[in-house]
């Protein structure tokens, strides 16, 4: 396995496939100017709330973390929000170093991370623009960040270089705003698109020389406590529509969906560092 990719290598077809598809995904500009506010934005709570149903819950991807890690070994946890990915691999993990662009996300996974007594650090950047300023790590870790990574090649190729041990993605099987599709159309009426899926990053990895193992797995909507009035999850997905608040009591109803509402199909992926 190699860990080619890195910047300047050309893209190859599967690459090129990747980024035209996430592209299909832009917001149409007559919304976005018309959003109260930005889309991209994130809601800590919501990210320290999954972070901590993150740690007393047992996933396929805290398993081939867990078993690529030694006692009082390190995690690089790239786009670590609040520390979904890393906090639950402690013990055996003793070290965290999290990466984000989001320093509101930064400053939760930190609280969290002192909260339980791990040795971490925070730096706000985006990956691999940082990935000089990072240490390897016996494992790295990179949960829900592939679908905002148009150019994956140099991305995961940077994840290979700062693990020692095994790098561990895991990501939704297909487009992670796909179950709001529904949303879109009847807020909107726009139809959304329903590419790209994991099989592309399958296919990018192999094309940079990356044969990753994958399994696959069914997860609760992360969105389920929505039906239950979560004002935080209802707020979040309010944002990412580009609607006014007082479209919240319409979209509260919106939310009990069945197919919003049903478990997400996930995939673990995972293959050797090269750090």
Not at 170 to 175: F, K, P, V, Y
Request: with cysteine.
């Amino acid at each position: 396995m190699s860990s080619e990719g890195g910047p300047g290598a050309p893209a190859g077809p599967a690459a090129g496939r990747w980024a035209e598809e996430l592209a299909g995904w832009a917001i149409p500009p007559h919304i976005l100017d018309a959003a109260p506010v930005s889309p991209w934005e994130f809601s800590a709570a919501v990210f320290a709330g999954a972070a901590e149903q993150a740690i007393v819950t047992e996933t396929p991807s805290q398993a081939r973390a867990i078993e690529a890690l030694r006692d009082g070994g390190s995690v690089l946890d790239v786009g670590v929000g609040a520390g979904a990915a890393s906090l639950p691999l402690v013990p055996p993990a003793a070290t965290i170093t999290g990466v984000d662009s989001s320093q509101a996300l930064l400053d939760a996974f930190a609280q969290l991370a002192s909260a339980r007594g791990v040795n971490h650090r925070a730096l706000l950047g985006s990956w691999p623009a940082v990935a000089a300023q990072v240490e390897p790590a016996d494992v790295c870790v990179c949960h829900h960040v592939v679908y905002n990574v148009a150019d994956l090649g140099p991305f995961v190729g940077a994840l290979t270089s700062k693990a020692r041990q095994r790098v561990v993605v895991e990501l939704t099987a297909s487009h992670p705003q796909s179950n709001l599709n529904d949303l879109w159309w009847h807020f909107h009426h726009i139809e959304r698109p329903s590419g790209p899926t994991a099989d592309g990053v399958i296919a990018v990895l192999a094309e940079v020389g990356i044969g990753a193992l994958a399994e696959r797995w069914t997860s609760p909507s992360s969105h389920v406590k929505a039906a239950n009035a979560n004002q935080h999850v209802i707020a979040s997905v309010r944002r990412r529509l580009c609607l006014p608040p007082e479209r919240e009591p319409e979209l509260a109803e919106r939310l009990d969906g069945a197919h919003f509402m049903a478990p997400r199909e996930m995939v673990t992926l995972w293959w050797p560092g090269s750090a």
